[in-house]
């Protein structure tokens, strides 16, 4: 069964601060791998995705996520955050039929 | 472009009574789904509707959760009775054109979501 690993639940940076955020998945097939987030009180939005060809994604507002097939992951990051970063964030894998299983979030907290 | 409309967005119910959410997704979109999460969690995936037709239901518990998408456009999901572990966002999201020859860029749209508290 597909599943999806988020280590860090919370995160605390400073603005400026570098960030990656980890994720890793388990599924025996193709898979399709994303990142969302969700800012106060607003919904679910996609940050990036990674379908196929080169593993560096980049994705809205300076994000980038590396896929490294042979770790299962696909970690999310960005080089200086800032506090409008902050925000939860959603790692997701998906089959073919685009049913994403999410993992648990990591909630970020950027102060200023 | 509109974006998935949830109603209601709050609503609080003692157990053992019914619910239901109502959901319009982004024109011409095939795919419908619903989700669920739990404080602390993800969202986890319990419908997945194309057209009108359900493509995966298989962690919807069927014996109070239904979920209706008629005219393979809006859709309704319902719990009766509910129980106090039904707490939880119910979220919508819809993906694809439905259109033909299109591909699908596989980006799911939410909703803002509908918040369930059982007391």
């Known amino acids: 069964a597909q599943s999806v690993s988020q280590h860090n639940h919370h995160v605390i940076l400073s603005e400026a601060a570098s960030l990656e955020l980890g994720c890793n998945y388990s599924?025996?097939?193709?898979?399709?791998l994303f990142w969302y987030v969700q800012y106060p009180g607003q919904h679910l939005q996609l940050l990036l995705k990674y379908f196929s060809g080169d593993p560096l994604v980049k994705g809205i507002k300076g994000f980038e996520a590396e896929f490294i097939k042979s770790k299962f992951s696909f970690n999310l990051r960005k080089p200086s955050v800032q506090w409008s970063d902050t925000a939860e964030y959603f790692c997701?894998?998906?089959?073919?039929?685009?049913?994403?299983?999410f993992g648990s979030g990591t909630r970020l907290l950027v102060r200023p | 472009e509109a974006g998935v409309a949830q109603s209601p967005r709050y609503k609080i119910i003692e157990k053992r009574q019914s619910v239901a959410f109502w959901c319009n997704p982004i024109?011409?979109?095939?795919?419908l789904y619903w989700y669920q999460q739990i404080l602390g969690q993800g969202p986890k995936l319990l419908i997945q509707?194309?057209?009108?037709?359900?493509?995966?239901d298989s962690q919807l518990p069927k014996d109070r959760f239904s979920a209706e998408r008629l005219k393979g456009v809006d859709s309704t999901l319902k719990i009766q009775p509910a129980k106090l572990e039904d707490s939880a966002v119910y979220l919508c999201?819809?993906?694809?054109?439905?259109?033909?020859?299109?591909?699908?860029?596989?980006?799911?749209?939410f909703g803002e979501g509908s918040r369930l508290t059982v007391l």
């Open positions: 509707f194309q057209n009108n037709g359900v493509v995966d």
């Open positions: 024109s011409g979109h095939a795919t």
């Open positions: 599924y025996g097939g193709t898979v399709n």
């Open positions: 997701a894998v998906g089959d073919s039929s685009y049913k994403l299983i």
């Open positions: 999201a819809s993906s694809g054109t439905g259109l033909a020859g299109v591909q699908d860029t596989g980006e799911l749209f």
